[in-house]
């Protein structure tokens, strides 16, 4: 729990955690709760534990719901950055890397029935953005009410509806004689 707080933390910017931003950072203090959630429901053993998971499961939610936001636990990895409140809806099943960036507006859900979004490392989901049960791979940028229907190779951007690759930052291989 404490590599995904410090991954979130500076995913942020933040140094540490500080009471000011409980009311300042409203995102940052809801992935904080997130992953409180996420750590008590993965480890609670006793009946205290499982008190302790409900609680933060609670708190999470009412906060979700004031901010917009229908977050699951463990669907993400460490540095989570939420830019602001607005509304951002992500299936359960879905699966996102670490040091994803993600503004308002942005649905992860399913696409055909069965196919469920995975998203790679390093990947910024800018407003309005979907990815309805589509692959993407790691570092890519997926421009503002880009629709992802299809799997999207590492190292692109996207845009449109449906998305379309408009700047290629693959490597490039040179073949010498």
Not at 101 to 109: A, C, N, S
Not at 124 to 148: C, K, N
């Given at each position: 729990m404490?590599?995904?707080?410090?991954?979130?933390?500076?995913?942020?910017g933040l140094?540490?955690?500080?009471?000011?931003?409980?009311?300042?950072?409203?995102?940052?203090?809801?992935q904080r709760?997130?992953?409180?959630?996420?750590?008590?429901t993965?480890t609670a053993?006793t009946?205290a534990?499982?008190a302790v998971?409900?609680?933060?499961?609670?708190r999470t939610?009412?906060?979700g719901?004031?901010?917009?936001?229908d977050?699951?636990?463990?669907?993400?990895?460490?540095?989570l950055?939420?830019a602001?409140?607005?509304?951002?809806v992500v299936?359960y099943?879905?699966?996102?890397?670490?040091?994803?960036?993600?503004?308002h507006?942005?649905t992860?859900?399913e696409?055909?029935?069965?196919?469920?979004?995975?998203?790679?490392?390093?990947v910024f989901?800018s407003?309005?953005?979907?990815v309805?049960g589509?692959?993407?791979?790691?570092?890519v940028?997926?421009?503002?009410?880009?629709?992802?229907?299809?799997?999207v190779?590492?190292d692109?951007d996207?845009?449109?509806?449906p998305?379309?690759?408009?700047?290629?930052?693959?490597?490039?291989?040179?073949?010498?004689?």
């Amino acid at each position: 729990m404490r590599a995904y707080l410090a991954a979130d933390l500076k995913a942020y910017g933040l140094q540490r955690w500080r009471l000011r931003h409980r009311i300042l950072e409203r995102p940052a203090y809801f992935q904080r709760l997130l992953r409180k959630s996420e750590y008590w429901t993965n480890t609670a053993r006793t009946p205290a534990g499982h008190a302790v998971a409900a609680y933060l499961r609670l708190r999470t939610k009412l906060l979700g719901e004031r901010l917009g936001f229908d977050i699951p636990r463990n669907v993400f990895g460490p540095g989570l950055s939420i830019a602001h409140p607005g509304l951002v809806v992500v299936h359960y099943k879905a699966r996102v890397g670490a040091n994803c960036r993600i503004h308002h507006g942005v649905t992860i859900g399913e696409g055909r029935p069965g196919h469920y979004p995975s998203i790679g490392d390093d990947v910024f989901i800018s407003p309005m953005a979907m990815v309805l049960g589509a692959e993407v791979g790691d570092r890519v940028m997926i421009r503002p009410g880009a629709v992802i229907t299809k799997s999207v190779p590492d190292d692109v951007d996207v845009a449109g509806y449906p998305a379309r690759i408009v700047n290629d930052r693959r490597p490039r291989t040179v073949i010498e004689d």
